[in-house]
Nanobody, 121 residues
Framework: QVQLVESGGGLVQAGGSLRLSCAAS????????MGWFRQAPGKERELVST???????YYADSVKGRFTISRDNAKNTVYLQMDSLKPEDTAVYYC???????????????WGQGTQVTVSS
């Protein structure tokens, strides 16, 4: 079992920054693939960014160049640094863990409870 707890969400003005944290327990983040997803009101949940066990990262086109995913193995935590935030980034952000080295889409095994990010214009 892997437990995930997100934190760091909040209200920020457009152009501002936030750093989300996902603290994991039950397994080292270096041994699982980790992903950040988001769901805006009335929309389907979408993939934002992933970091594989190998360290290879992926970003959705909508956040490329603005968001950075990273992990701290010592703290067993994955981060999502979000810069140049836009109102359309407003959503509940979820972190997830997959036991697969190559998880497909949203086929992740463990999910956090989510943290709200609101970007005002």
């Amino acid at each position: 079992q892997v437990q995930l707890v997100e934190s760091g969400g909040g209200l920020v003005q457009a152009g501002g920054s936030l750093r989300l944290s996902c603290a994991a327990s039950g397994r080292s983040v270096s041994t699982v693939s980790m992903g950040w997803f988001r769901q805006a009101p009335g929309k389907e949940r979408e993939l934002v960014s992933t970091i594989r066990r190998s360290g290879i990262t992926y970003y959705a086109d909508s956040v490329k160049g603005r968001f950075t995913i990273s992990r701290d193995n010592a703290k067993n935590t994955v981060y999502l640094q979000m810069d140049s935030l836009k109102p359309e980034d407003t959503a509940v952000y979820y972190c997830a863990a997959s036991l697969s080295a190559y998880p497909l889409g949203q086929r992740y095994d463990y999910w956090g409870q989510g943290t709200q990010v609101t970007v005002s214009s």
